[in-house]
């Protein structure tokens, strides 16, 4: 496409967001109580992961998917927002540097929306819309467990969209489309509601995701392609685990009353959520969107079910800590979800590596 940006521009804007993605979780081991460099950026885990990493992660897709070079600015503006935080900058740049390249990502989720008008292009640019609102409460000086809500739609319904986009092979019926419509009203109406009243927001958007987390289950393709072998069957243990998982993290919502602003309940629900389901589907999708923005293969290998089996594992054991009141396991299942990341970017690099090094090979026979 005329807009198209080489692949070995958006190599540093990846970068960025790899960067974010490793002092985020260095932050996260810092509120758990280990003693890691950047114990500094505690304060900053959740800005720093999902605006600094998933917010640049998936604006630069969105900006591959566009065409439109102005679309690159949104993974600039959040990768340097990270980068500002990271370097204890002064602190209204980040926030402001997050919310201008959420606006630009927004601008171009709703130029796909109008260019390809569909239930799941509506869907993620309304996922778009709620990572603005966060970064603009963040700009603000909101506190930091009121853009929870936001950050946690803006990442659900980014996913669901996509999935529902991609189930066009197996399209839901009219009745289903509409429920699904409904479930995303409802997560929207949700977050909007914890502007002015946080528990009750929370709870209706609990309630949504539990629900979506169902509808998912029940609609997407991974129930069928998960009898399946290799790659294909990979992704849909990715898909059904993660959907698992946001179900209980909504359920987990809903039986606190409400997401709450710390404490046990409130760590079990939110990385349920943004560990159990994102990441799984980060781990189930990364072999698609990483030839995508780099158009370098990455070999599929029984290995890709070490990171994710570890990562389901490490969370059982945080929330178990959460839900017994033993900050221990909780710590210890935090440092386990740390190395669970660790070994899936390791390995995916390694699969990277290896997929350069065959198409040299095969251009070289050639």
């Given at each position: 496409?005329?807009?198209?940006?080489?692949?070995?521009?958006?190599?540093?804007?990846l970068a960025l967001a790899f960067a974010s993605l490793f002092f985020g979780i260095g932050a996260g081991l810092a509120r758990l109580g280990w003693q890691v460099p950047g114990t500094g950026l505690a304060a900053l885990h959740g800005p720093l992961m999902a605006s600094g990493f998933f917010g640049t992660v998936?604006?630069?897709?969105?900006?591959?998917?566009?065409?439109?070079?102005?679309?690159?600015?949104?993974?600039?503006?959040?990768?340097?927002?990270?980068?500002?935080?990271?370097?204890?900058?002064?602190?209204?740049?980040?926030?402001?540097?997050?919310?201008?390249?959420?606006?630009?990502?927004?601008?171009?989720?709703?130029?796909?929306?109008?260019?390809?008008?569909?239930?799941?292009?509506?869907?993620?640019?309304?996922?778009?819309?709620?990572?603005?609102?966060?970064?603009?409460?963040?700009?603000?000086?909101?506190?930091?467990?009121?853009?929870?809500?936001?950050?946690?739609?803006?990442?659900?319904?980014?996913?669901?969209?996509?999935?529902?986009?991609?189930?066009?092979?197996?399209?839901?019926?009219?009745?289903?489309?509409?429920?699904?419509?409904?479930?995303?009203?409802?997560?929207?109406?949700?977050?909007?509601?914890?502007?002015?009243?946080?528990?009750?927001?929370?709870?209706?958007?609990?309630?949504?995701?539990?629900?979506?987390?169902?509808?998912?289950?029940?609609?997407?393709?991974?129930?069928?392609?998960?009898?399946?072998?290799?790659?294909?069957?990979?992704?849909?243990?990715?898909?059904?685990?993660?959907?698992?998982?946001?179900?209980?993290?909504?359920?987990?919502?809903?039986?606190?009353?409400?997401?709450?602003?710390?404490?046990?309940?409130?760590?079990?629900?939110?990385?349920?959520?943004?560990?159990?389901?994102?990441?799984?589907?980060?781990?189930?999708?990364?072999?698609?969107?990483?030839?995508?923005?780099?158009?370098?293969?990455?070999?599929?290998?029984?290995?890709?079910?070490?990171?994710?089996?570890?990562?389901?594992?490490?969370?059982?054991?945080?929330?178990?800590?959460?839900?017994?009141?033993?900050?221990?396991?909780?710590?210890?299942?935090?440092?386990?979800?740390?190395?669970?990341?660790?070994?899936?970017?390791?390995?995916?690099?390694?699969?990277?590596?290896?997929?350069?090094?065959?198409?040299?090979?095969?251009?070289?026979?050639?």
């Amino acid at each position: 496409m005329a807009g198209e940006l080489r692949p070995q521009w958006r190599l540093p804007l990846l970068a960025l967001a790899f960067a974010s993605l490793f002092f985020g979780i260095g932050a996260g081991l810092a509120r758990l109580g280990w003693q890691v460099p950047g114990t500094g950026l505690a304060a900053l885990h959740g800005p720093l992961m999902a605006s600094g990493f998933f917010g640049t992660v998936i604006s630069l897709e969105r900006a591959v998917a566009s065409g439109r070079r102005w679309a690159y600015l949104a993974p600039l503006a959040s990768g340097l927002g990270a980068l500002a935080a990271m370097l204890s900058l002064p602190s209204f740049l980040a926030p402001a540097l997050a919310t201008a390249g959420s606006v630009v990502m927004l601008g171009a989720s709703v130029a796909l929306h109008l260019r390809q008008r569909a239930l799941f292009s509506l869907t993620m640019a309304l996922g778009a819309g709620c990572w603005t609102t966060g970064c603009l409460l963040w700009l603000g000086g909101f506190p930091l467990h009121a853009l929870n809500p936001w950050w946690m739609a803006f990442l659900v319904l980014t996913i669901a969209g996509e999935r529902l986009e991609l189930s066009r092979v197996l399209p839901p019926s009219p009745a289903a489309r509409r429920a699904f419509a409904l479930l995303l009203a409802a997560v929207l109406a949700g977050t909007i509601v914890s502007l002015v009243a946080y528990s009750a927001g929370t709870l209706i958007a609990g309630a949504a995701f539990a629900a979506l987390a169902l509808w998912l289950l029940r609609q997407d393709v991974a129930r069928r392609t998960v009898r399946s072998s290799g790659l294909t069957r990979f992704i849909a243990v990715c898909l059904l685990s993660g959907y698992l998982w946001l179900a209980l993290g909504g359920s987990l919502i809903l039986a606190a009353g409400g997401l709450g602003a710390g404490g046990a309940a409130y760590d079990a629900a939110l990385h349920a959520v943004l560990l159990g389901f994102v990441l799984s589907m980060v781990f189930g999708h990364a072999p698609i969107i990483i030839p995508a923005l780099t158009r370098a293969a990455v070999p599929y290998s029984a290995y890709f079910y070490a990171p994710l089996v570890l990562l389901h594992g490490s969370l059982a054991l945080r929330l178990a800590g959460d839900w017994t009141q033993l900050p221990q396991w909780r710590a210890w299942g935090g440092a386990l979800n740390a190395v669970a990341v660790l070994a899936f970017v390791l390995g995916t690099v390694f699969a990277l590596v290896r997929g350069l090094n065959r198409r040299s090979a095969v251009q070289g026979q050639s």
